[in-house]
């Protein structure tokens, strides 16, 4: 097997160097009747090229030359080539969680630099160095308040991403706490007379989206407000980072929940993706996950090392603030290094690209449909209502190797025939039209470039 | 650099030392209106985010560097300098498994059909995808002998809380979740707070003087409100549980459930198989066993898999086919947990470890176990006589010392670990697992050749050496790094979490109760 470094002599050698006189021996410790004594039923070995051919087989499998309209937490951006060059360096990217920090200083100060994006962009003072995805960060931000307020009753808007929603309700749902909905109103926001009047004492947290779900902004000072006014954390959950070169911060939020796929992360099919939590600095103690401090060493020079590990599960066992060990630290490396290539200027052309794209969608798919929600500021999706089912819609879409919009009526069935759509800085204007005209009826040729 | 002295200081095989860049933080070096980036023209006609976003618009402007492509290139490859990693040699970090991360794994994983697959798009453009999950899925079951598997849980701990919350709907199902799960107490730290995550008490076994289960004790301790055990086998010290069965008995006559925690998975790949022995339901960790690098600390995946007992309660959605040979996503699922993870799990990570899986093959699957396990009954034969080995107990994977006879002289584990970077090693885990006084915890994967085994034992014998006759050499190591040790406790009390503009970083202000830092 080309991956061991090994003859069968050297084998042989050190098997009689460890008194062993052959490899069962050392096996001997399994009981007869557990040992499996048949080669496992799995493929054969393959050599490199059959590998990679099985691979391409199946990417080819998949969609391939189709325009898409598809965002709802999942986002096609450009991802600059150099991204991709820097995190293969094997330095970076076979290399462990920084515990020995004397030789992991690279992977360290990146994540310090992570961090320090991360509350620059959300307006949060402190940022760990990243959770799963999402979602998960969601329902990790959720229980983290309930440690804060020490209070159980949670409420979660409805225009937070469905799925997000489901997995807050897994995590709650044995810690004796679930969470009740606030639904939204006519402008696609949170209810909130709804919510004034759901949150009580007892409320820990009030958990929005935005962009929320239909791509809506959210009013932040608002919610907050209501929020505050009975001590109950405000989490705000982002899913479309990149919304952060053009929108206003959450900054009233306590916790900010991030899902930064955006920045420069592949879809991939749904995974892996890079969670992180910002909150304000008195929440510290209650944060989950790794975070990384700046400090000094014996001669005084600058460094960087894990830090507070006493809140974690290697240290605090049944008593940390969370179960989580590996992150997805790689990562958060790449969009470190996305919000490096952009910077400060660039995040904000981007960001105003994507709200330039988006509007153009929306004016000229709206000419066929609705557009709900129209009159409250958004980012780069709309919810489109139509005559034709959504199904129906989408099949006819395919045809001209369109992937359209996503059907919402599994989540959002009050909404009739509804599609989620999202245009980004790499929908072109001709795709845009393309798609138009086929929802319009109309007969179309489209190039997906 | 090492210390001058008379006394006796090793003589370093594996490296020399040379330069590295300095580089400062990527803030310290921007300057305004250097870019990184050219954007495509806009074909649309562009807005005016003001008056489209009113009170929504952003009108700060957030702190992010100002650089140009090179000198990114340059920041990024620089920093990447300052670490060790797999690529440059030996990494026997004890239960974290540094194995090889095969290139072809990287590659396939990018190919574009696969990582500009949208999560959303319909199944019938994403049947490549599927079909990588299905024979993925199809494999790891076979490998663990269990009857259905979960690729959600998106590392080795969200596979835990997911394993337990599959224990938890099971109890449920027949009416009473149960109150607690025991865990050895040579278990990871992620067993307690998973337990503790998913509304269990946690209840710790004691381990018996061959640092295994004491079927005795744990027969006494099991009773109907038992939820489980969590075990990890091979154990953290490296000891196959040989009487695994009998756990198993002891817990099933009980109604409790046997977990198994797969982190250690590497010893038995091939070999034998969890679902075979007993266990009811286990996570695996991609990112140790099946090769898909760490990259500094994730991502990782983490894949449970249970007998069919469980099968009801996996999160939703499952990958089911259809009669017409289609796979697609089963969301139909009343008896679920439900979602432990927004769309399918970390597929990327799938793509590797299927790549690693179809590169092996079985013989290159059993052969890898079998050398993971040579190396480090090598590693143990050449080294036990200069540390104190607790467990004569047989080694699988890893092998477990105490610095026992090196604190004789004031050295502990973690002086060693730190010396042993000088000699051109990552250091193997420290002072772990706890049931170790002063552990070496070293797992060297199948990995290294024998001459990378050498050069480690020589450097680690020397380093005995060292302990003996020049132990503050030891003490004060690492003296060939970038910075030597750095001031933890100053970092906990006065944390600098981020780089502040002008002037110097600032502590954050903690509260009183975080005294117990």
Redo the contacts between chains.
């Keep these: 097997?080309?991956?061991?470094?090994?003859s069968d002599t050297?084998?042989i050698?050190?098997?009689r160097?460890?008194?062993?006189t052959s490899?069962d021996d050392?096996?001997?410790?399994?009981?007869d009747?557990?040992?499996?004594e048949r080669?496992?039923?799995?493929?054969?070995?393959?050599g490199?090229s059959?590998?990679?051919e099985?691979?391409?087989?199946?990417?080819?499998?998949?969609?391939?030359g189709?325009a898409?309209f598809?965002g709802?937490?999942?986002y096609?951006h450009y991802r600059?080539v150099?991204i991709?060059?820097?995190?293969?360096?094997?330095?970076?990217?076979?290399?462990?969680?920084?515990y020995?920090?004397?030789?992991?200083?690279?992977?360290l100060?990146?994540?310090?630099?992570f961090?320090?994006?991360i509350?620059?962009?959300t307006g949060m003072?402190?940022?760990n160095?990243?959770m799963?995805?999402?979602?998960?960060g969601a329902a990790e931000a959720v229980m983290m308040a309930i440690r804060v307020t020490g209070r159980d009753d949670v409420l979660v808007a409805r225009t937070v991403?469905p799925?997000?929603r489901?997995?807050m309700?897994?995590?709650a749902?044995?810690?004796?706490h679930d969470a009740r909905e606030v639904g939204y109103g006519p402008d696609g926001r949170i209810d909130l007379a709804a919510l004034e009047q759901a949150v009580t004492e007892e409320t820990a947290c009030v958990l929005v989206q935005s962009p929320n779900f239909f791509g809506i902004?959210e009013d932040i000072p608002a919610i907050a407000e209501i929020a505050h006014k009975k001590n109950a954390l405000l989490i705000v959950s982002i899913a479309e980072a990149v919304s952060?070169?053009?929108?206003?911060?959450p900054v009233e939020a306590d916790i900010v929940s991030m899902e930064a796929q955006s920045f420069g992360v592949?879809?991939?099919?749904?995974?892996?993706y890079c969670g992180v939590l910002a909150a304000k600095?008195?929440y510290?103690?209650q944060m989950p996950g790794?975070?990384?401090?700046?400090?000094?060493?014996?001669?005084g020079?600058r460094?960087?090392?894990l830090?507070?590990?006493?809140r974690?599960?290697?240290?605090?066992?049944?008593?940390?603030t969370?179960?989580?060990?590996?992150?997805?630290?790689?990562?958060a490396?790449m969009t470190t290094?996305f919000?490096?290539?952009?910077?400060?200027?660039?995040?904000?052309?981007?960001?105003?690209?994507n709200?330039?794209?988006a509007?153009?969608a929306a004016n000229a798919l709206g000419k066929q449909g609705r557009v709900l929600f129209a009159g409250t500021?958004r980012f780069h999706e709309f919810v489109l209502q139509t005559e034709e089912p959504a199904g129906q819609l989408?099949a006819r879409l395919?045809e001209k190797k369109i992937?359209g919009g996503?059907p919402l009526e599994k989540w959002y069935p009050e909404l009739g025939n509804a599609t989620l759509w999202c245009a980004t800085?790499l929908t072109?204007?001709?795709q845009?039209d393309a798609a138009a005209a086929v929802i319009a009826g109309a007969p179309v040729a489209v190039s997906t470039r | 650099m090492m210390a001058t002295t008379d006394r006796f200081t090793g003589t370093t095989r594996k490296v020399t030392a040379h330069l590295t860049q300095n580089?400062g933080?990527?803030?310290e070096k921007?300057s305004p209106g250097?870019?990184?980036?050219k954007?495509?023209p806009?074909?649309?006609?562009?807005?005016d985010?003001a008056a489209?976003?009113?009170?929504?618009?952003?009108?700060?402007?957030?702190?992010?560097?100002?650089?140009s492509?090179i000198e990114?290139?340059r920041?990024?490859?620089?920093?990447?300098?300052?670490?060790?990693?797999?690529?440059?040699g030996m990494?026997p970090?004890g239960s974290?498994t540094?194995k090889?991360?095969?290139r072809?794994n990287?590659?396939?994983?990018?190919?574009?059909?696969?990582?500009?697959?949208?999560?959303?798009?319909?199944e019938s453009?994403?049947?490549?995808?599927l079909?990588?999950i299905k024979?993925l899925q199809?494999?790891l079951m076979?490998?663990t002998g269990m009857d259905a598997i979960t690729l959600q849980p998106?590392?080795?701990?969200?596979g835990?809380?997911t394993g337990i919350?599959l224990v938890?709907a099971y109890h449920q199902s027949k009416g009473n979740?149960r109150k607690h799960v025991i865990i050895p107490d040579s278990a990871?730290?992620?067993n307690?707070?998973?337990?503790?995550?998913?509304?269990y008490q946690?209840v710790n076994l004691k381990s018996n003087a061959q640092g295994g289960v004491d079927v005795a004790a744990l027969a006494q301790m099991v009773n109907e409100d038992t939820a489980a055990m969590m075990l990890t086998n091979p154990s953290t010290i490296g000891?196959?549980e040989?009487e695994?069965?009998k756990i198993a008995d002891v817990l099933h006559d009980k109604g409790a459930l046997l977990y198994m925690d797969g982190a250690n998975m590497n010893a038995l790949?091939?070999?034998?198989?969890p679902g075979?022995?007993g266990a009811d339901v286990m996570h695996l960790?991609l990112?140790k066993t099946f090769s898909t690098?760490?990259?500094?600390?994730?991502?990782?995946?983490g894949p449970v898999a249970c007998k069919k007992t469980l099968e009801p309660f996996l999160?939703?959605p499952v990958l089911k086919q259809g009669s017409n040979g289609l796979l697609y996503w089963d969301y139909n699922r009343p008896q679920s947990?439900?979602?432990?993870?927004?769309?399918?799990?970390?597929?990327?990570?799938f793509?590797r470890a299927l790549?690693y899986?179809?590169?092996?093959?079985?013989?290159?699957?059993?052969?890898?176990t079998?050398?993971a396990?040579?190396n480090a009954?090598?590693i143990?034969?050449?080294l036990e006589d200069v540390y104190d080995l607790p467990y004569s107990?047989?080694s699988?994977h890893e092998v477990v010392f105490s610095d026992k006879r090196q604190t004789r002289n004031g050295v502990k584990t973690g002086d060693i670990?730190?010396r042993l970077?000088d000699y051109g090693f990552?250091?193997y885990t420290t002072s772990?697992p706890l049931i170790v006084p002063g552990a070496l915890m070293i797992e060297p994967t199948?990995?290294?050749?024998?001459e990378?085994l050498d050069l480690f034992i020589d450097a680690m014998r020397q380093i005995a050496r060292e302990v003996e006759e020049n132990p503050e050499l030891v003490t004060s190591a690492?003296h060939s790094?970038?910075?030597?040790?750095?001031?933890?406790t100053?970092?906990?009390r006065k944390?600098?979490?981020?780089?502040q503009a002008a002037g110097a970083?600032e502590a954050?202000?903690?509260?009183s109760?975080?005294k117990?830092?």
């Excluded at chain 1, 080669?39 to 393959?46: A, S």
């Design positions: 097997m080309r991956y061991l470094p090994k050297e084998r050698e050190m098997l160097e460890i008194g062993a490899i050392l096996f001997s410790v399994i009981p009747e557990y040992r499996l080669d496992l039923d799995i493929p054969r070995q393959m490199e059959e590998v990679v099985y691979f391409k087989a199946a990417a080819a499998r998949n969609a391939n189709y898409s598809l709802a937490g999942a096609r600059p150099i991709d060059s820097l995190v293969q360096r094997g330095e970076f990217l076979t290399s462990y969680t920084p020995q920090a004397e030789i992991t200083q690279g992977t100060q990146a994540i310090f630099e961090q320090t994006m509350c620059e962009l003072d402190i940022a160095a990243s799963y995805d999402g979602s998960t991403h799925e997000y489901e997995v309700h897994t995590y749902q044995h810690q004796g902004i952060l070169g053009i929108v206003r911060p592949a879809l991939s099919y749904g995974g892996p600095e008195k510290l103690r790794r975070l990384v401090g700046e400090t000094k060493d014996t001669q020079r460094g960087f090392v830090t507070l590990s006493t974690e599960q290697h240290i605090r066992r049944e008593k940390a969370s179960n989580i060990c590996t992150n997805q630290a790689l990562v490396l290094i919000l490096t290539v952009y910077g400060k200027q660039g995040m904000r052309e981007l960001a105003e690209q709200l330039a794209k509007k153009y500021p989408n395919l992937i996503l800085e072109t204007k001709e845009i | 580089e933080l990527s803030f921007s250097k870019k990184g980036y954007l495509a806009l074909d649309v006609p562009a807005v985010a489209l976003l009113g009170e929504a618009v952003r009108k700060d402007e957030p702190t992010l560097p100002e650089l492509e990114i290139i920041h990024f490859t620089r920093l990447s300098t300052w670490n060790y990693a797999i690529d440059l990494y970090l974290c540094m090889y991360n095969p072809v990287e590659f396939v994983s990018r190919l574009e059909g696969i990582a500009e697959a949208h999560p959303y798009q319909p453009l994403s049947q490549g995808a079909g990588i024979l199809d494999c076979e490998i998106a590392a080795g701990a969200h835990e809380f919350m938890r979740p990871h730290g992620t307690p707070a998973t337990a503790a995550t998913c509304g946690v000891v196959f040989n695994i069965h790949v091939g070999k034998t198989r075979d022995f960790n990112h690098p760490h990259g500094g600390g994730g991502p990782g995946s999160p939703s947990v439900g979602r432990v993870r927004m769309l399918y799990g970390n597929f990327g990570m793509v790549a899986i179809l590169a092996n093959g079985p013989d290159g699957l059993r052969q890898t079998e050398d396990v040579l009954n090598y143990r034969r050449k107990t047989p699988m670990a730190k970077i990552h250091p772990f199948e990995s290294e050749s024998r990378e690492p790094t970038r910075v030597s040790r750095l001031d933890e100053t970092a906990a944390p600098v979490l981020r780089w970083s954050v202000e903690i509260d109760a975080a117990e830092w």
